[in-house]
Nanobody, 114 residues
Framework: QVQLVESGGGLVQPGGSLRLSCAASISRFSVYAMGWYRQAPGKQRELVAR???????NYADFVKGRFTISRDNAKNTVYLQMNSLKPEDTAVYYCNGDGWHVNWGQGTQVTVSS
């Protein structure tokens, strides 16, 4: 059974940074495209960033230039470096496949507030 475990969230002031991690218990992790998603209170879950098996990346317009997605296939882990955080980035952040999904993990809460 595939498990996705997100970590690294927390409370940060506007303009601050956080680095999220997602550990995936999946064989042949390197062949899968992965994504980071977020869900704010009262809103639908949305895609934040994606990374292909080859390392190509795409970002939602609202995080371009501020967030960076990366992966370490040796560790079966995908990361999301978040800089210049804004209050509107407050949400629960999840990872999952891009173009394929398994059960969602618990996510990690990111709160941007002064």
């Amino acid at each position: 059974q595939v498990q996705l475990v997100e970590s690294g969230g927390g409370l940060v002031q506007p303009g601050g940074s956080l680095r999220l991690s997602c550990a995936a218990s999946i064989s042949r992790f390197s062949v899968y495209a992965m994504g980071w998603y977020r869900q704010a209170p009262g809103k639908q879950r949305e895609l934040v960033a994606r990374i292909s098996s080859a390392g190509s990346t795409n970002y939602a317009d609202f995080v371009k230039g501020r967030f960076t997605i990366s992966r370490d296939n040796a560790k079966n882990t995908v990361y999301l470096q978040m800089n210049s955080l804004k209050p509107e980035d407050t949400a629960v952040y999840y990872c999952n496949g891009d173009g394929w999904h398994v059960n969602w993990g618990q996510g990690t809460q990111v709160t941007v507030s002064s």
